[in-house]
């Protein structure tokens, strides 16, 4: 298997907030998590990318635990992208650079094609990259920092959310992106959260469902998550 | 008894003391509220003082090494508790962080200072541990890192909390954890050295220190005083440096794990 985790729990002022959740992800696979808000399905991404501390619980990355060492590398294969996402002040492309000074991803050569090609993939033009970080929209936020993301070229990528804040069009512009992403390697994945069934239906091709920090159904579609959230 | 000092009797300090009504005059004109604060603040500065005098009065008679030892080591403590009172975002173990800086750094510059600078256990009839020297020395040294430390602790750890989401998004993409802090680190290194680099470049100029007013008013010879004080700066900007820097990477281990995860949990705020 990919990557898996078995039996993370947290728990938090005395309550559990991740109840023993295990999962799989197989290469190739878009996996969808939809339930409840306070479920615990960001609290499942940020543990999986081994952000957040859990009280129990492994995560193995190609069959291999994780080790404390690994942890940077690990993430740097594995990605979270959280629902808000950070960006730093200057422009787009300054934004795009930024992860470039890590040195998991140094690079001595820049290649400004790939953003280009991933914005353009997004709607946006060259000119885009030039546009100040301050005066993108929340929409267009969450297009940088999957543009940065995808443009690392992790093998897989956690994303909770990721198309929230977009406008219906450029929602399908980014769901075919990541789409795509996934497609274009088989050594890919994606985990992917969403609070709408409908486009966890086109993009996703395992769906689970979580509530109150639980996995309550496995590979089977999710019942009443539209009604119960906005 | 030093025959070029004037010698003041307690009339004459009430004579200053009393001056307090001017400050307390312009906070009720004003209604500034302070007026409680500022006579408990009166209050306390003539008792700490005497009290402090008495006490200095006391080891300098009693001339044993482990009464100055015990009184530097209660400088010591008294200086980690003040240094974090400022600091808004605080973690679990931030005094003992600050004592540990503080006083590593403070104590190794001052034996620098006594030892290899002054070379007090070379001259004749001083002991190594001479609270003349020592006691001044080290409270001077404290003093200034109080002030490093907890300008750049509150600096790095409100940073951090500020920024915790871009905190993150570094270690996300897979910055370790140094890599995730370093930014806020230095600058909270920077914060922590302003007063000492402020005060490095107008002494002389604008102020007169502490230090070298006193040896002045005491009649020592001005180019002594200016020789001391040139000591003792750069004593206080080592102490500053080094204690900031070793607060600051105490609390970096404390606020990010082995596994490069940002505990920002541990970070409260406290009113």
Request: charged share 20%; glycine share 8%; aromatic share 6%.
């Given at each position: 298997m990919f990557l898996t985790a078995r039996n993370l729990t947290l728990q938090i002022n005395g309550k559990r907030l991740l109840d023993g959740v295990s999962l799989d992800l197989a290469a190739g696979e878009r996996l969808g998590i939809c339930g409840p808000s306070g479920g615990g399905k960001t609290l499942l991404l940020r543990s999986v990318s081994l952000l957040q501390p859990c009280d129990e619980g492994e995560v193995r990355w190609l069959g291999e635990p994780v080790t404390a060492g690994h942890t940077p590398h690990y993430r740097s294969q594995v990605m979270y992208l959280p629902q808000r996402p950070a960006l730093w002040l200057g422009t787009v492309e300054e934004n795009l650079r930024k992860p470039l000074e890590l040195s998991a991803h140094h690079r001595d050569h820049v290649e400004r094609a790939p953003w280009i090609e991933l914005l353009g993939r997004l709607g946006r033009e060259?000119?885009?990259l030039r546009q100040s970080a301050d005066d993108?929209?929340?929409?267009?936020?969450?297009?940088?920092?999957?543009?940065?993301?995808?443009?690392?070229?992790?093998?897989?990528?956690?994303?909770?959310e990721p198309t929230a804040a977009m406008d219906p069009a450029t929602e399908a512009k980014a769901e075919a992106a990541?789409?795509?992403?996934?497609?274009?390697?088989?050594?890919?994945?994606c985990v992917c959260i969403s609070h709408d069934r409908r486009w966890l239906d086109h993009f996703a091709t395992?769906?689970?469902?979580?509530?109150?920090?639980?996995?309550?159904?496995?590979?089977?579609?999710?019942?009443?998550?539209?009604?119960?959230?906005? | 008894m030093n025959p070029n000092i004037i010698e003041l009797d307690w009339t004459q300090v009430a004579l200053a003391v009393a001056l307090v009504a001017v400050v307390v005059g312009v906070s009720l004109a004003l209604s500034l509220g302070l007026t409680r604060s500022l006579l408990i603040a009166?209050?306390?500065?003539?008792?700490?003082?005497?009290?402090?005098?008495?006490?200095?009065t006391w080891v300098f008679s009693a001339d044993r090494w482990y009464v100055v030892i015990g009184i530097l080591l209660v400088m010591t403590l008294v200086t980690g508790q003040a240094a974090v009172s400022r600091i808004k975002r605080r973690y679990r173990g931030v005094t003992l962080d600050a004592m540990l800086?503080?006083?590593?750094?403070?104590?190794?510059?001052?034996?620098?200072?006594?030892?290899v600078v002054i070379q007090l256990h070379e001259q004749e009839g001083a002991r190594w541990y001479d609270p003349q020297y020592t006691i001044p020395l080290l409270g001077m040294l404290l003093g200034n890192v109080v002030n490093g430390v907890s300008l750049g602790m509150n600096r790095f750890t409100s940073g951090l909390y500020e920024r915790r989401d871009q905190v993150e998004a570094i270690l996300a993409m897979g910055g370790t954890r140094?890599?995730?802090a370093r930014d806020t680190l230095c600058e909270g290194v920077a914060a922590g050295l302003t007063p000492i680099l402020n005060a490095m470049t107008i002494v002389g100029l604008v102020s007169l220190p502490g230090m070298m007013t006193g040896q002045l008013l005491a009649g020592a010879d001005p180019l002594q005083a200016v020789a001391y004080q040139i000591v003792i700066m750069f004593?206080?900007?080592v102490t500053a440096t080094l204690g900031t820097l070793g607060a600051l990477l105490l609390a970096y281990r404390r606020l990010f794990n082995e596994r490069s995860q940002f505990l920002v949990e541990k970070l409260r705020r406290l009113a």
């Open positions: 060259e000119s885009f993108l929209s929340g929409g267009e936020r969450q297009m940088v920092a999957l543009v940065r993301a995808l443009a690392l070229a992790p093998r897989v990528l956690l994303l909770d990541i789409k795509a992403w996934v497609d274009e390697d088989p050594a890919r994945a395992r769906i689970t469902e979580m509530r109150a920090g639980r996995i309550v159904s496995q590979d089977t579609a999710c019942q009443g998550v539209d009604a119960e959230t906005p | 009166s209050v306390r500065t003539v008792l700490q003082l005497t009290l402090i005098g008495f006490v200095l800086a503080m006083g590593t750094t403070a104590w190794l510059m001052g034996a620098y200072g006594v030892f140094w890599e995730a004593l206080i900007a």
